[in-house]
């Protein structure tokens, strides 16, 4: 079992940025695959971004491409996720999840390959 909390959100105004983490504890020995999804009121959940276990590959949404940037340290068991040049389609329940793997370099984009979830952390981008 891995456990997932993230943290970083709020509410910001649009251009600002906010840093989300996501801090996993238990079996973290094993080899995970990171996503980083959103969902916004009345809408189905959305791929924003991964990161490779190695965190050599990284991949986002064409929504969020050049504005965000999903990283990793393994030796501190957290993803971040480094959100720039905010927008109001921005604000969304923002997820981060993971994916057990044999595949240092895999990443995922659909959230069925996602083994763990966190609660998720609220982002709130005013105009």
């Known amino acids: 079992q891995v456990q997932l909390v993230e943290s970083g959100g709020g509410l910001v105004q649009a251009g600002g940025s906010l840093r989300l983490s996501c801090a996993a504890s238990?079996?973290?020995?094993?080899?995970?695959?990171m996503g980083w999804f959103r969902q916004a009121p009345g809408k189905e959940r959305e791929f924003a971004a991964a990161i490779s276990w190695n965190g050599g590959r990284t991949d986002y949404a064409d929504s969020v491409k050049g504005r965000f940037t999903i990283s990793r340290d393994n030796a501190k068991n957290t993803v971040y996720l480094q959100m720039n040049s905010l927008k109001p389609e921005d604000t969304a329940l923002y997820y981060c999840?993971?994916?057990?793997?044999?595949?240092?370099?895999?990443?995922?984009?659909?959230?069925?390959?996602?083994?763990?979830w966190g609660q998720g952390t609220q982002v709130t981008v005013s105009s």
């Open positions: 999840a993971a994916s057990s793997t044999i595949y240092y370099s895999d990443i995922y984009y659909s959230p069925t390959n996602y083994n763990y």
């Open positions: 238990g079996r973290t020995a094993s080899r995970y695959a």
